[in-house]
């Protein structure tokens, strides 16, 4: 369609949860018109993230429904609005987990809008004009040029996708919590599509990575495979043991509850541990395990648009990539359910344009 064309009201077919279930089937609906500072998107493929299963699921107990999700979204920008400069028809272009922002809160006016007490986030949640948003599994979305960002020349779009949200996830803290220098020690414990990216990044900057996982089954893939230096299984208690005080962050991704003493003993002074994982019940530590070693705990959401095109370019630079297995969106219950039971290698990626979303096999 032509740029600038902002009239019309499109029909989406995305896949959506219709309660706790968390089973997502064919869901039409209207997207807005593409107004003046809007990308029509017309979505390629999306990856599949662990809070997708949050979300459908109602872990969090805030669900609506019906839920599209999918905030790992790649796209070929279809039309764009008469403001936006930044992208054309054919761009292809990534969306990440947020949409909107007030603009004028500190959050936003200091790049680091996900803070905004305001935030959009890109599906399970409402535009200020009380539409729902929906997310990208999805044969389309409108989205504000704002959260929108451009694909580097020669990435594969698949290969794409899970920088948008598991490797800004990821990018963001370690930059923030200036723990982007060479020569550093890091631990990444749970190895899934946060984790595995959390390895490839942090090797890419030069530090020496320690795998923690709750079993010694991923400890061949994790060392000769994605790079690590080192593993530890959460279980072998004299492995732990040895590898007390040796580390100078652990980025920590486990989706569920789990003791954080373990890990706040793999630290040394002044060390972090970063907790990525959304838990909806209380993590608890003596305190003496943070005191004797001057220790925190932080938490990091995501990252600011900047953040995501500076992970992506960072992967171009270094020829980091994630690794993912493609599957259409009539297998994406089962790749939730394979999810869940920790059975990927390490994000599934949706092929949504190369799939039958009416649902027919
Ligand atoms: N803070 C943020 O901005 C973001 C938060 N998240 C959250 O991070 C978490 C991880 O997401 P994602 O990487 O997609 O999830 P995955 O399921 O892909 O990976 C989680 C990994 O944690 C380990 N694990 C899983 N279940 C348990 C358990 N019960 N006890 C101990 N370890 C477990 C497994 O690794 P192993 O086999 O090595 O033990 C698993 O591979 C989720 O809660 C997600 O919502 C995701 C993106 C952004
Ligand atoms: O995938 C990214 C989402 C992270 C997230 C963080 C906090 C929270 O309450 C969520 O529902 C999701
Ligand atoms: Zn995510
Ligand atoms: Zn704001």
Redesign the pocket.
Known sequence: MASGATETERTAVGWAARDAAGHLSPFSYTLRKTGPEDVAIKVLYCGI???DI?QAKNHLGMSRYPMVPGHEVVGEVEEVGAEVTKFRAGDVVGVGLIVGCCRQCHPCKSSNEQYCPKKVWSYNDVYPDGKPTQGGFSSAMVVDHKFVVKIPAGMAPEQAAPLL??GV?VYSPLKRFNLAAPGLRGGVL??????HMGVKLAKAMGHHVT?I???D??RGEAVDHLGADAFLASSDAAAMAAAAGTLDYVID????H?PLEPYLALLGLDGKLIV????GQPLSFLSPMLMLGRKSIA????GSVEEAEETLAFCKDKGVTSQIEVVKMGYVNEALER?ER?D?R??FVVDVAGSNLDGAA
């Open positions: 993230c662990h809070t949050h949200c598991a996830t749970g190895l899934g599509g946060v984790g795998v996982s709750s079993s089954k991923k991704t486990v989706p569920a789990h990525m994982g959304v838990i938490g990091s959401f995501v999810l920790n990927v390490y994000r």
